[in-house]
């Protein structure tokens, strides 16, 4: 059964730092893996997409790489703002079932 | 605009009431999904559809039911809630077969009681 985990569950970071959030899953065999942001009470909104077949894809400050093989992902987040603090979801579709992680709740220190 | 929408946002009920959440896609999307979000669990998918008339479980089904008559609507039917059914519910959609990215509603938190 496919599992997703998101370490750390909590990361705090000053302001201008840049930091990259970690998302592991247990089967490789996915069709791809997809970052969201959400904001307190709110839904969830897509940041990057990245297919089985491509290595990452990139949208501004925001950089995210699969290694299939080993089952990684990675989010990188440059020169962190205040208004980047929300938890960051990565999911999995394996078989066209979803699968999320738990999230990491980042809060960046002004 | 191309959105998700769900309705009620909000709703409390009693325990055996049949309630149902709608959701609707205006992106022509194939592929719609239930999900349910709770504290220390993440979300987890309820349902999904890849097309009109074709739906599966996901990993939380019990205690759900939901129909795809038209393209564009999953909605999500409790036909005896129970309190353990307490939670937000997300409804999304996506191109292709969810080989694509996945557009979410605004959620909606049902509280039984």
């Known amino acids: 059964k496919q599992e997703v985990t998101q370490i750390p569950a909590a990361l705090s970071v000053p302001e201008g730092e840049n930091l990259v959030l970690n998302c592991s899953f247990t089967?490789?065999?996915?069709?791809?893996l997809q970052w969201f942001r959400q904001d307190p009470g709110k839904g969830l909104t897509s940041l990057l997409l990245?297919?089985?077949?491509?290595r990452e894809q990139t949208s501004g400050r925001l950089n995210a790489s699969l290694d299939k093989s080993s089952g990684r992902s990675t989010l990188y987040i440059a020169a962190s703002q205040p208004g980047d603090s929300a938890t960051y979801l990565c999911?999995?579709?394996?078989?066209?079932?979803?699968?999320f992680g738990k999230g990491t709740r980042l809060h960046i220190l002004p | 605009e191309a959105q998700v929408t769900q309705n009620p946002r909000y709703l409390i009920t009693v325990t055996g009431k049949k309630l149902t959440v709608t959701c609707s896609q205006n992106?022509?999307?194939?592929?719609m999904s239930w999900y349910r979000q709770d504290p220390g669990l993440g979300l987890r998918q309820i349902y999904y559809s890849m097309n009109v008339e074709v739906t599966d479980k996901g990993d939380v089904p019990e205690g759900y039911k939901v129909s795809r008559k038209e393209k564009r609507n999953f909605p999500l039917i409790l036909e005896s809630p129970s309190p353990n059914q307490t939670s937000l519910y997300f409804c999304?959609?996506?191109?292709?077969?969810?080989?694509?990215?996945?557009?979410f509603g605004p959620g909606t938190r049902l509280t039984v009681l």
């Open positions: 089967d490789s065999a996915i069709y791809n």
């Open positions: 992106m022509n999307h194939e592929y």
């Open positions: 999911a999995v579709n394996r078989d066209d079932k979803i699968i």
């Open positions: 990245i297919q089985s077949s491509q």
């Open positions: 999304a959609s996506t191109s292709g077969m969810a080989r694509n990215e996945q557009f």
